[in-house]
């Protein structure tokens, strides 16, 4: 079975002793404008490397990625690279579809990159991916929302209360016809990657010390998730639906 590299740099192939050109197929969830700036990248990669064709082609968001990755592997018709969630290693690894790429790491790359990153790709002693596009959870707020609801811009909430109270204030009925046209808040709570910050400062955890169990029904759980069904039906400064892209 064909094996997939999985990173997100082009690799530096040498060239010198092939007479035919080497073609890598790199897939990618990366859309919108950033669609463009890959695009731009491969090209010039292309064009500073004619021994080396790379084409880079578009999978969608990173859960189409990933029915596209299982298929491909059953028909045999993989990528050489593709840009995937960490979270998906495990099933890629357990599949044998993958192929370590420790022999092909740049030494100066292994230092750049933190070992905390590292360890997110590596299985068993063997690293499966580069690290890239790691995004970090951070709190943003609109200072001149916060003037214009009497709050203080420069003194943002530090604690789950104060967040509750200043978004009471923050939370509008523009128009008067008893709808709120503008909310507190809104962010990205689906998945490990969206829901893990407000479990781990509520001390939880998803999976057992062993890893045998998953922690779904845990006191820390239910609390997390009480406490952001709260924001919507209770306190009402976050919107019922909203779309993974508004809310990131």
């Not at 880079?56 to 993989?78: D, H, P, W």
């Not at 523009?174 to 479990?199: I, R």
Request: glycine share 6%; hydrophobic share 45%.
């Amino acid at each position: 079975m064909k094996k997939l590299v999985i990173a997100v740099v082009l690799l530096l192939v040498s060239t010198s002793v092939f007479a035919k050109k080497i073609e890598i197929s790199y897939w990618h969830s990366l859309g919108f404008h950033v669609k463009e700036l890959v695009e731009d990248m491969v090209k010039e990669y292309n064009d500073a490397n004619p021994d080396v064709e790379v084409e880079a082609v578009f999978q969608g968001l990173y859960e189409e990625m990933q029915v596209k990755m299982m298929t491909a592997a059953v028909t045999r018709q993989l990528p050489d690279v593709a840009q995937v969630q960490y979270e998906y290693i495990d099933i890629y690894v357990l599949n044998g579809i993958l192929e370590p790429i420790d022999k092909l790491l740049d030494p100066a790359l292994k230092e750049d990159v933190p070992e905390v990153m590292w360890k997110q790709v590596t299985r068993d002693g063997l690293i499966y991916g580069i690290p890239y596009c790691v995004s970090a959870t951070m709190y943003f707020y609109n200072q001149n929302a916060f003037v214009r609801a009497g709050l203080d811009p420069d003194q943002p909430p530090s604690t789950w209360e104060e967040l509750i109270e200043a978004g009471k204030k923050l939370t509008v009925d523009n128009d008067g016809d008893g709808k709120f046209d503008t909310y507190a808040l809104m962010f990205w709570a689906d998945g490990f990657y969206g829901l893990s910050p407000f479990l781990w400062a509520n001390g939880g955890e998803f999976f057992s010390e062993d890893g045998t169990r998953i922690l779904l029904t845990s006191e820390e759980m239910l609390r997390t998730i009480g406490m952001l069904r709260d924001l919507v039906f209770k306190y009402h400064i976050m919107p019922q639906n909203w779309t993974a892209w508004e809310g990131g």
